[in-house]
């Protein structure tokens, strides 16, 4: 923590130093993501390809809605957000045990609160699942219930493993977390790939809860590897519930507000859900399939970049840093939107084609109408992913301020609209509706979150931030065009029956895609473009062509 820049020193250490420490955390989780997602794919295929896009998919995917909602509201962001500045503070001071103390003591009542909370959902799952989706058949709904319960035994050591993520990165040690992450998918696969066919054979009709059980696996690896690194740095505990501590004080009112937004967030998830549930059946899959491809490019780049940036716009934050801090956060929120923005026309220009090549198999389950039903609703999701990329930095701006009111506030009122658009537009657009007006939501609380901060601390860049948006997005909507010419080409012209072709389709148009994109931004000279192609320039550079020990560059680097 000694090589942060002197107070308020613009444009020194932090743009160097440390934005290669970020930049270096970055990539660590941004490869653990790629190869959760990996495994996260093979998991669906797997899952499509046995039983297809209906209603056991659809009792699947429902089935993790209720302990979804209690692991975020306990520990998923809530206490992340939260206990990040306050425990890095007590490290910035030197009061490390004080620390731990602190965490203990939330430790302590999470503990209460999630028994309470899973003994009440085990109890009132019948009830829970008739409110949450009141549109699926009888077989369906009791189906949901049981997979429900089982889903609520992998809470308990998801929040054990939020924990230990929160004290990890607290320590800027994100190795284990990334790991885990990828363990987690591993588990899910491996629970469906063993048990699945047992389980049918004894439970007709129930096959399907073989994953579910891989989910409690995967929950309890993800767990133990980062408990394992949690020992090894010598871990802390005090059996206190002692809620008048300083520090918890302090934690509770940050963490107040997150559980309020995020609760109202949940809350958005079951209005959609409970709306998706009296469309056709699958259509609940479909909406699930194609979020969770909307959200691979957040995931690469905007989670990823959140995360590791967090920590360090939370020391300068403590130490009013302010002008590092801003350069930090708008150089997270640039980078974002200028690699989210073109992955958002190039996944909507392309979507039957990937998704044909992900879930139809000839002799699986998924057919093509299932694809056209999951492409019609991801097209209208790829419209919100530059924004929803960028909130992850924002919000943690303001969570680094030890200010979760404003982000809370604003994720409250754009749930709001998107609560009011999904009634209005799922009557005329069906799927395509809910996922129209989930996109259009999180532009609206970018955008507000964007003011506010302004607002508080200054102009953070947003001139320069608009104008290289619009830039991309004109870029992007060109090679968004010359992407779909060529699918559409490629598709009456050239075969896409076999697995290879499908591939070959999608690597050849995204590889021109990429650099039609890269060319017209060089063109237009966008800073964006140059600092990405430097980046990887000196990552590539062969060994023979780095400077002498006695050439300029050493002597400037010096």
Known sequence: MGGLPEKNGAGSGTAKGGGASLLAAANLLMLSTIASRILGYLRDVLIFAKFGQNNLTDAYNAAFSIPDFLYMILVGGALSSAFIPVFSSYLARNQEEEGWRVLSIIFNWIMVLLTIGVVLGVALAPQLVDWLVPGFDGYTKTLTINLTRIMFVQVIFMCLSGISTGILQSYKEFTAPAVGSVLYNLGIILGGLLLAAPIEHYFPGYGIAGFSVGVVLGAIMN?????????????????????????????????????????????????????????SAGLVSALRAAQRLMQLPITLFGITVGIAFFPTMTQLAAREQWDNFKATLIMGVRTVIFVTIPASFGLAALSEPVIRFMYEFKSGAFTAEDTKQTAYALVFYTIGIFAYAAIHTLSRAFYA???????????????????????????????GGLAL???????????????????????????????????????????????????????LYLPISSKLAQLAEILLVTGLGIGLFMFLAMLWHMPEAEQLLGILRRKFRPRSTLPSANSDEKTTEK
Do not use: C
């Open 223 to 279: 767990f133990l590897v980062q408990f394992i690194k949690l020992w090894q740095m010598g871990m802390h505990y005090t059996f206190s519930f002692n809620l008048r501590h300083p520090g918890v004080q302090e934690l509770l009112a940050l963490i107040v507000p997150v559980f309020i937004g995020l609760g109202a967030s949940q809350f958005n998830l079951f209005v959609n859900q409970n709306l998706a549930s009296e469309l």
């Open 401 to 431: 301020l030890k200010d979760t009111r404003k982000p809370v506030a604003v994720a409250v009122l754009s749930i709001a609209v998107n609560v009011v658009l999904s009634i209005i537009l799922v009557r005329y657009m069906a799927q």
């Open 437 to 491: 007006a989930y996109s259009v939501a999180g532009i609206f609380n970018m955008v507000v979150l964007i003011v506010l901060l302004n607002w508080q601390i200054g102009d953070i860049g947003s001139w320069a931030l608009l104008k290289s948006t619009a830039q991309t997005t004109l870029i992007s909507l060109v090679m968004g065009a010359v992407v779909w010419l060529l699918a559409h080409f490629w598709q």
